[in-house]
């Protein structure tokens, strides 16, 4: 099974490409697999348009000699770790307060940079600002916060002694910004001493549990953080455990979400996510079919392939973009979890569902208001302000029906879709407008702190507008 582990930076990215060692991953298949052996490794840097490539060796080497020269940076003591051109194939070098040269003595160099077709030839030379510098630090410490990528890769920092911290703090200043990920801080703290070194990530024990047959390609995040009250470094990751685990594990520990209503509500918040990041309809052969795992607060923590196609066609989907970012979330391991089917059609439809249907009709969530009196003016008012901004002539075919909730003053609070026509033609009705009017977009979440009456509203094709009490959904 092929494995990729992508880590994110805005002028670095980071991505792996290998393989899981089947005889150590014998226990269980996991939604998010360990990748054992690496057999590529891809550094792109902002401003170059191809990458530097290469094995095991060189991607060791990078981290070894990244986190040294950051070490050595921050520091102003020189780390032999990241000038050893007799054993390493990566070698930094300062040139001012704000260029860093970085240089890879390697075979098969990418086009676009200085090199020779002969092994033997002149290195390559790359030139980063302290910026791009430390996103390529912070790059590094994502992948070692990620307990589930070559796991018995460690590095050993060791700290300067204080007396030597000889950076200005015009240094510090310059260096502390461009580190915006907080596990780059972690690199300046060591490099004075402020913090023990810390211990990289032993190897994890993993549950006993059984192996599944399946070969697809299963995507969560990384972890960038165990828990929200760890020491905020991602390179302080002993002791902890992965966020995200193989679903069927996972719920074997903690309950999954089956409530109609609550279903019905995060299904609403996964199809907001994925339909407008899916900006590219075109090209796909096949259905593409996922099963995905959802929290309860609507935070898409996993995916998996249900179909071949799927498992090959992952890139043609906006899935690895709207997973759940861990820097700015608690853990999700101990979350009750809800599963949706997600269908990527050759027509461009989206179509989300629960992943096991509806026990039972689902019905709104929230305080209602019930008063027929109050219900009933309510009615007439929401029907005179969609009337008076519904102009223009309908393009489509079929009866756009949505269910609609207003306070008690009549102002809208929500609405939803409800059939497929209705979200093909959102933008042909007043309600994004009515909405975005309130609260100021359209993704903001519904007003649900006070009670509401709820209303079905159809929008025709002739022009005519329907709106009656809401009877529950069909």
Known sequence: MNIQRKYSLPNCTLLLEGLSDLSRAAHFQEMRPELSILVNAECYLSGYNQPLTG??????????????????????????????????????????SNRHRLIIYSEGAPEGFDNSNNSKGPPIEIDLNTVQLFDLVEAVDQFFADTQTLPELSLQLQPVTRRYGGASQAVIR??????????????????????????????QPKPDQQTSS??????????????????????????????????????NTVPEITDPSQLRALNRQVYNQVHPAWTNRSGLQQDLIYRLGVAADGAIVGYKAVNKEANIGVGQT???????NPASRPSISNEPIAQFRVVFNTNGVLEVSPWR?????PEVVGAKITD?????????????TVRQTWSGTPTFTRDLKYRVAVNKDGVIADY???????????????????????????????NNKEPLAHFQVIFKPSGTLEVKPWQGYQ
């Open 55 to 96: 094995g095991r060796e060189f991607f060791e080497s990078l981290v070894r000699a990244v986190s040294g020269y950051a070490q050595e940076f921050l520091s102003s003591v020189p780390n032999p770790q990241a000038h050893n051109q007799e054993s390493e194939l990566v070698e930094f070098r300062k040139i001012d």
């Open 174 to 203: 310059q260096a502390v910004p461009a580190a915006v990920g907080v596990s780059s801080l972690a690199v300046a703290a060591i490099a004075f001493n402020l913090i023990p070194p810390p211990q990289m990530r032993p190897p």
């Open 214 to 251: 399946t070969t697809n390609n299963i995507t969560a995040p990384a972890t960038a953080a165990a828990t929200p009250t760890a020491t905020p470094t991602a390179t302080s990751t002993a002791n902890t455990k992965p966020a995200v685990k193989d679903l069927e594990a996972l719920l």
């Open 318 to 324: 906006p899935l690895p973009k709207v997973l759940y």
């Open 357 to 361: 249907g509806y026990a039972r009709t």
């Open 372 to 384: 027929s009196n109050i219900v009933k003016g309510l009615n007439q008012k929401l029907y005179s």
């Open 416 to 446: 939803e879709p409800l059939n497929q026509v209705a979200f093909d033609y959102f933008r042909e009705t007043p309600l994004p407008q009515m909405f975005n009017a309130v609260y100021g977009s359209n993704v903001a979440a519904p």
